[in-house]
């Protein structure tokens, strides 16, 4: 306890000192929090952790340790200090919180209650989880620590103490800071201690709605109830962020932890997410019959990318009205419809089918002479939501590399709610030219050995 309260003097005076000056001295740069790596504006926003709950085990990384804004997520922290605190006696649910001119002044998302006005804890804890709300963020924050910049030092304390190495918090609500910065693998830390830490309270992030005052919030996590299994955790956006999401969803008594920053919608989002954790429990469930594979190896989605185009609106979980979504490699068309980004895999085969149509016919009719039929090895093309679109996929991979697959039995089936787009009938070679052909056009695929 001493010790533990000793590095927290160090941190709050590291932190005053901080804000006391725009010129950190080389004493404060060694705290390693507080020399955290700026975000370059040209690096990609996109990363993704998934993790085993239970183990802690890391499935699948992409950029997982890059500095990224965390936005609303960061009240995942606020939250664990406050269930640290009813745990130690130091607060309890019907605790008033009263609402200052600061916390009132907050930008949305919020309840938007006046200063001077009060809630409980309890009301407070549901705010968080469910409305995201800045301003009750600010509040706990004051209430917890005497002021949200205290507040803040103590949560990065916190976080250093679990192991988040590369985070740091200078507020309680993810609002725009360039100097609030975390990782993916840090929120999946994050994520992973509150379900094993404070159980009795992770109910509030499953929550899908809450009544304060007679008005009904909903949650922003529209993979609760969307997707089975899901029972958390929290979203986050701001405009610098782009769309983050932390979701842990249980299938066969396994439960996953998946982490998606930055990407370019709240839909792209939450189907980033689902694949991650769909592709997660497959995988798991082929371990366990023996197989040796991973998610990269089973993940058939590109991950999300493009510039993105957004009214200037509120800072925090909501719908982006009005979103517009530009491919880096295109000129925007006229207009987007629904299905302009359901699967880019699909896209980009449609979009480079229309120059090969000529050869299509000649490489379908020559394969029917190079394949070599009898053969027990697959070809996995993709994994859709969908079994219209894994046949699909189907059709324009077999019409666009007619010369590998023309005479190949393409199918589909369905595990884990899941549809795998494949082609039976190869022989070990002639899979692996199918396969490496795919490879060379940067589209993915998968070479399935009989058994």
Same mark, same amino acid.
Request: with cysteine.
């Given at each position: 306890?001493?010790?533990?309260?000793?590095?927290?003097?160090?941190? %709050? @005076?590291?932190?005053?000192?901080?804000?006391?000056?725009?010129? =950190?001295?080389?004493?404060?740069?060694?705290?390693?929090?507080?020399?955290?790596?700026?975000?370059?504006? +040209?690096?990609?926003?996109?990363?993704?952790?998934?993790?085993? $709950?239970?183990?802690?085990?890391?499935?699948?990384?992409?950029?997982?340790?890059?500095?990224?804004?965390? $936005?609303?997520?960061?009240?995942?922290?606020?939250?664990?200090?406050?269930?640290?605190?009813?745990?130690?006696?130091? %607060?309890?649910?019907?605790?008033?919180?009263?609402?200052?001119?600061?916390?009132?002044?907050?930008?949305? !998302?919020?309840?938007?209650?006046?200063?001077?006005?009060?809630? +409980?804890?309890?009301?407070?804890?549901?705010?968080?989880?469910?409305?995201?709300?800045?301003?009750?963020?600010?509040?706990?924050?004051?209430?917890?620590?005497?002021?949200? =910049?205290?507040?803040?030092?103590?949560?990065?304390?916190?976080?250093?103490?679990?192991?988040?190495? &590369?985070?740091?918090?200078?507020?309680?609500?993810? %609002?725009?800071?360039?100097?609030?910065?975390?990782?993916?693998?840090?929120?999946?830390?994050?994520?992973?201690?509150?379900?094993?830490?404070?159980?009795?309270?992770?109910?509030?992030?499953?929550?899908?709605?809450?009544?304060?005052?007679?008005?009904?919030?909903?949650?922003? &996590?529209?993979?609760?109830?969307?997707?089975?299994?899901?029972? @958390?955790?929290?979203?986050?956006?701001?405009?610098?962020?782009?769309?983050?999401?932390?979701?842990?969803?249980?299938?066969?008594?396994?439960?996953?932890?998946?982490?998606?920053?930055?990407?370019?919608?709240?839909?792209?989002?939450? &189907?980033?997410?689902?694949?991650?954790?769909?592709?997660?429990?497959?995988?798991? &469930?082929?371990?366990?019959?023996?197989?040796?594979?991973?998610?990269?190896?089973? %993940?058939?989605?590109?991950?999300?990318?493009?510039?993105?185009?957004?009214?200037?609106?509120?800072?925090?979980?909501?719908?982006?009205?009005?979103?517009?979504?530009?491919?880096?490699?295109?000129?925007?068309?006229?207009?987007?419809?629904?299905?302009?980004?359901?699967?880019?895999?699909?896209?980009?085969?449609?979009?480079?089918?229309?120059?090969? !149509?000529?050869?299509?016919?000649?490489?379908?009719?020559?394969?029917?002479?190079?394949?070599?039929?009898?053969?027990?090895?697959?070809?996995?093309?993709?994994?859709?939501?969908?079994?219209?679109?894994?046949?699909?996929?189907?059709?324009?991979?077999?019409?666009?590399?007619?010369?590998?697959?023309?005479?190949?039995?393409?199918? +589909?089936?369905?595990?884990?709610?899941?549809?795998?787009?494949?082609?039976?009938?190869? +022989?070990?070679?002639?899979?692996?030219?199918?396969?490496?052909?795919?490879?060379?056009?940067?589209?993915?695929?998968?070479?399935?050995?009989?058994?």
């Amino acid at each position: 306890m001493f010790e533990r309260a000793r590095r927290l003097f160090v941190a %709050l @005076g590291a932190a005053a000192l901080t804000a006391a000056s725009p010129l =950190a001295t080389s004493a404060q740069a060694q705290i390693p929090y507080l020399s955290m790596p700026s975000l370059p504006t +040209t690096a990609p926003k996109y990363a993704a952790i998934v993790v085993d $709950a239970k183990t802690g085990e890391v499935l699948y990384a992409k950029r997982a340790d890059s500095p990224r804004y965390p $936005a609303s997520i960061t009240k995942i922290m606020t939250l664990y200090l406050a269930f640290e605190a009813l745990s130690s006696g130091r %607060l309890r649910p019907d605790d008033t919180i009263i609402i200052s001119p600061r916390a009132a002044a907050q930008a949305p !998302t919020k309840l938007g209650l006046s200063p001077g006005e009060s809630l +409980t804890v309890n009301e407070a804890m549901q705010a968080l989880s469910i409305k995201s709300a800045n301003d009750i963020a600010v509040a706990m924050a004051e209430k917890l620590g005497g002021s949200e =910049a205290r507040f803040a030092a103590m949560m990065t304390l916190r976080a250093q103490e679990l192991g988040m190495a &590369n985070t740091r918090f200078v507020n309680a609500s993810g %609002l725009p800071d360039s100097r609030q910065l975390s990782t993916a693998r840090d929120i999946g830390i994050l994520s992973r201690a509150v379900m094993r830490d404070y159980p009795q309270y992770y109910r509030l992030f499953s929550q899908q709605s809450f009544t304060f005052r007679g008005a009904s919030m909903n949650n922003h &996590n529209g993979l609760l109830g969307a997707m089975p299994g899901v029972d @958390g955790l929290k979203t986050g956006y701001t405009n610098a962020s782009g769309y983050n999401i932390a979701i842990s969803a249980v299938r066969d008594n396994r439960r996953l932890i998946a982490v998606v920053l930055g990407a370019p919608s709240t839909a792209k989002r939450n &189907n980033n997410a689902e694949d991650l954790l769909l592709t997660g429990f497959d995988v798991m &469930n082929r371990r366990a019959r023996g197989e040796q594979i991973t998610i990269a190896q089973n %993940l058939f989605e590109p991950e999300p990318a493009g510039p993105i185009e957004r009214p200037s609106i509120e800072q925090g979980d909501g719908e982006q009205d009005g979103l517009r979504i530009v491919l880096a490699s295109a000129p925007p068309p006229a207009s987007f419809s629904s299905n302009d980004f359901v699967s880019p895999t699909r896209n980009l085969l449609r979009g480079s089918q229309s120059s090969d !149509t000529s050869k299509v016919e000649s490489k379908k009719t020559s394969a029917k002479d190079d394949k070599k039929p009898g053969g027990k090895w697959i070809v996995q093309v993709g994994a859709f939501k969908s079994r219209s679109l894994a046949k699909e996929q189907l059709s324009l991979v077999e019409q666009r590399f007619g010369k590998h697959f023309g005479r190949a039995d393409g199918g +589909t089936d369905s595990i884990g709610g899941t549809y795998r787009a494949r082609f039976s009938g190869f +022989t070990e070679s002639s899979a692996k030219d199918a396969c490496g052909a795919l490879k060379a056009k940067k589209l993915p695929c998968m070479v399935v050995k009989p058994g």
